[in-house]
């Protein structure tokens, strides 16, 4: 069984940064790519940002030059630098693995809740 555990969400101010990790266990493939989304209140999810396990990245506008992501794909590990937050980066941030095997469904953690106050 598969499982990925978010960590480093919080609450700060506008301006200030987080940096967000997901660490994923029981895997029986190999890393193809693995990232983030982003689900605001009321609204769908987004995404964010990903990356594959040779470090090449794809980042959605409002995440370009901002947050950075990288992976250690030998710990199936991938982590967000959120920097110079904005009140519309509050939401539920979601990390997804997907496997080698892209048939298969790709797996997803339960969140972890950022909160940006101005």
């Known amino acids: 069984q598969v499982q990925l555990v978010e960590s480093g969400g919080g609450s700060v101010q506008a301006g200030e940064s987080l940096r967000l990790s997901c660490e994923v266990s029981g895997s029986t493939s190999k890393l193809n790519h693995m990232g983030w989304y982003h689900q605001a209140p009321g609204e769908e999810r987004d995404c964010v940002a990903s990356?594959?396990?040779?470090?090449?990245?794809n980042y959605e506008d409002p995440a370009k030059g901002r947050f950075p992501i990288s992976v250690d794909a030998a710990k199936n590990t991938t982590c967000l630098q959120m920097n110079d937050l904005k009140s519309k980066n509050t939401g539920v941030y979601y990390c997804?693995?997907?496997?080698?095997?892209?048939?298969?469904?790709?797996?997803w953690g339960q969140g972890t809740q950022v909160t940006v106050s101005s």
């Open positions: 990356i594959t396990r040779r470090g090449a990245t």
């Open positions: 997804y693995y997907q496997g080698i095997h892209i048939t298969n469904p790709p797996s």
